[in-house]
């Protein structure tokens, strides 16, 4: 069974930047993706940026293209996400996000473990 647990949400400005991050423990080794999602209360959970696991292959949504950066780090077992330039609709709870069915996490019915959340606020 995998765990996931973020860090790093917090309360910046807008153009600054945060990173989050992701430490997986537990059983890992069948899994093929992960990602980061984003809510916003009253909104459906959105799909923000997505690693395959073997090939390191990366995919991001559009809302954050070009600002934001997935990278996992196996070796320390933890995923991270760079988010640059970061501006007031970037503002959501962001949620670690794996697959051990699917290669690229980039909607909820392809996740099997989700983290708790951690809150990012920009103003």
């Known amino acids: 069974h995998v765990q996931l647990v973020e860090s790093g949400g917090g309360s910046v400005q807008a153009g600054e930047s945060l990173r989050l991050s992701c430490v997986v423990s537990?059983?890992?080794?069948?899994?093929?993706?992960m990602g980061w999602f984003r809510q916003v209360s009253g909104k459906e959970r959105e799909d923000i940026a997505s690693?395959?696991?073997?090939?390191?292959?990366?995919r991001y949504g559009a809302p954050v293209k070009g600002r934001f950066t997935i990278v996992e780090d196996h070796g320390n077992n933890t995923l991270y996400l760079q988010m640059n330039s970061l501006k007031p609709d970037d503002t959501a709870t962001y949620y670690c996000?794996?697959?051990?069915?699917?290669?690229?996490?980039?909607?909820?019915?392809?996740?099997?473990?989700w983290g708790q959340g951690t809150q990012v606020t920009v103003s």
């Open positions: 996000a794996a697959s051990n069915s699917y290669s690229v996490c980039s909607a909820i019915r392809h996740i099997n473990y």
């Open positions: 690693i395959n696991i073997d090939d390191k292959n990366t």
């Open positions: 537990g059983y890992r080794y069948s899994t093929y993706c």
